[in-house]
């Protein structure tokens, strides 16, 4: 039989569940950086967020998840710099931390600008094979409406361009505001921890290095060396941050190809430790070291 106190324990308890979705929501907070004229930088909707405003309205860089993309709008609105209309959104890949904001702006009628692949990724359901973890097709209101396969520029001088290598997926993108200085470059740097290797959507190690070889050529394109670096999550990067990623990752992607010439497998490679040096600073790497092993057998092994 129930006593009188647990009685009452379980009914707040319940009360208290009830509730902690809307709690957690209201207690969400978004943080504003300026990264330059006009130009921000909105951390805690999920990954890293830039905004551009002006008189015609904002472009932004990505969105967020889908349960924060109304504080989002929210924050973005509250900008100082012009209209609060968004008349422009990129994804830098499929994922959801960069396209939660999809469905509310193409409602709305924003353009989204993603490269083809991550079009095609958003048009199907998919399913990562390491942990089972699924992910919806979006529905066609917050698939991007305006796709590229190389590069583009916008009326106002924005450049933007695909990241081939296959850093973090085969969609990758990066956007370079050329007033500012400042270039986006989602999860094909990352600013804390290890990156995720999203093999299963087409990214590698080697597109890692490759991927950071490219935002270094592009950073340096405008002829000096203060660009500053937006990943997807962490803080701002600079060029010599880039070069030391280079580096570090160069090093992990040559110690797991020659365990891959010598027959070995994940699990060998996450047992000898390719990343030992540097798991100080960046934690313990036993997951990346297995999906990197393991996206070396799409791309070097492919009947493996």
């Known amino acids: 039989m129930f006593s009188a106190n647990r009685r009452e324990f379980l009914q707040t308890a319940a009360a208290c569940l009830a509730v902690a979705p809307q709690a957690f929501s209201q207690a969400l907070t978004i943080t504003t950086l300026p990264l330059g004229d006009n130009l921000y930088l ?9 905004a551009r405003t002006g008189a ?8 967020g998840l889908a349960q924060n993309a109304a504080a989002l709008a929210q924050s973005v609105a509250a900008l100082p710099g012009g209209s609060a209309k968004v008349h422009t959104l ?3 890949h499929w994922h959801p931390e960069q396209t939660g904001s999809n469905e509310r702006l193409g409602a709305a009628g924003a353009t989204i600008i993603a490269h083809e692949n991550t079009r095609l990724w958003l048009q199907q359901d998919i399913r990562w094979p390491w942990n089972g973890q699924k992910f919806t097709k979006l529905p066609k209101i917050a698939q991007p409406n305006k796709t590229f396969y190389d590069k583009g520029v916008l009326d106002s001088g924005i450049r933007y361009g695909y990241i081939s290598d296959a850093a973090h997926t085969d969609g990758d993108l990066y956007v370079y505001f050329p007033q500012q200085n400042v270039l986006a470059v989602g999860d094909a740097a990352y600013g804390t921890g290890w990156p995720v290797v999203d093999w299963w959507t087409g990214g590698w190690i080697g597109g890692i290095v490759g991927g950071l070889q490219r935002i270094e050529s592009v950073a340096l394109s405008n002829g000096n060396r203060e660009t500053k670096i937006v990943p997807a999550h962490g803080p701002v990067l600079s060029v010599a941050d880039i070069v030391a990623q280079v580096d570090m990752y160069g090093t992990i992607y040559d ?23 540097y798991e100080g600073k960046m934690g313990n790497a036993d997951e990346f070291i297995r999906h990197s092993f393991e996206s070396l057998w799409a791309y070097l092994s492919p009947d493996a």
Not at 42 to 50: C, E, F, H, S
């Open 255 to 277: 110690r797991l190809n020659q365990m891959l010439n010598k027959g070995r497998g994940p699990s060998e490679a996450v047992e000898a430790k390719p990343a030992k040096e």
């Open 56 to 63: 015609d309205g904002i472009v932004l860089v990505d969105g």
């Open 90 to 92: 990129f994804n830098t």
């Open 42 to 50: 909105l951390a805690g909707a999920g990954g890293n967020v830039i």
